[in-house]
């Protein structure tokens, strides 16, 4: 149950930085965020394709094959959901699913994914992203781990 309540979370978390985002007068862009020694800062991109503007050309492919994707790892995250075991594994897919839902429902609403952060550093500087970006990333990362750890750890290797 915690993992449903963390996929609504992100994804409502994310929708409402980006609504703020959008609501905010184009000319107060870029704005650079305090705190972060000044290597943040905060913009508006509307991406209309995949990461960096991939296929941007094709939206309804974008909006398939996105679609495609989340359902696949939904239909994983829910086979996994009764098992007692893989805990780390279930995070992380619901991190994913989070993130990814939230840039879904910006594809099909808004017909492009509101991206707002970017890191003045090597190699994050090639990119404009948003919070669901981020947890996406590190959802795969410890889905990925997951694989690694012994099963008393929440392995996805055979119970």
Same mark, same amino acid.
């Given at each position: 149950?915690?993992?449903?309540? $963390?996929?609504?979370? !992100?994804?409502? $978390?994310?929708?409402?930085? @980006? #609504?703020? !985002? /959008?609501?905010?007068? /184009?000319?107060?862009?870029?704005?650079?965020?305090?705190?972060?020694?000044? +290597?943040?800062?905060?913009?508006?991109?509307?991406?209309?394709?995949?990461?960096?503007?991939?296929?941007?050309?094709?939206?309804?492919?974008?909006?398939?094959? #996105?679609?495609?994707? !989340?359902?696949?790892? $939904?239909?994983?995250? #829910?086979?996994?959901?009764?098992?007692?075991?893989? +805990?780390?594994?279930?995070?992380?897919?619901?991190? *994913? $699913?989070?993130?990814?839902?939230?840039?879904?429902?910006?594809?099909?609403? +808004?017909? =492009?994914?509101?991206? =707002?952060? =970017?890191? @003045?550093? @090597?190699?994050?500087?090639?990119? *404009?992203?948003?919070? &669901?970006? &981020?947890? !996406?990333?590190?959802?795969?990362?410890?889905?990925?781990?997951?694989?690694?750890?012994?099963?008393?750890?929440?392995?996805? @290797?055979?119970?």
């Amino acid at each position: 149950m915690i993992c449903l309540g $963390l996929i609504a979370l !992100i994804a409502l $978390l994310d929708l409402t930085l @980006k #609504s703020g !985002i /959008e609501a905010l007068p /184009e000319d107060t862009f870029p704005r650079t965020l305090p705190g972060f020694g000044g +290597r943040v800062e905060l913009r508006r991109v509307h991406n209309e394709g995949f990461p960096m503007g991939v296929l941007r050309q094709s939206p309804r492919l974008v909006q398939g094959f #996105s679609l495609f994707v !989340i359902c696949t790892v $939904l239909l994983r995250f #829910s086979l996994l959901l009764p098992q007692k075991r893989r +805990r780390l594994e279930k995070l992380g897919l619901a991190m *994913v $699913l989070g993130g990814a839902l939230s840039n879904l429902t910006d594809r099909f609403f +808004r017909h =492009y994914v509101v991206d =707002y952060l =970017y890191i @003045k550093r @090597k190699p994050l500087n090639r990119i *404009v992203w948003n919070l &669901g970006d &981020g947890f !996406i990333a590190l959802g795969m990362l410890i889905t990925l781990s997951s694989g690694l750890l012994p099963k008393q750890c929440g392995s996805a @290797k055979k119970e």
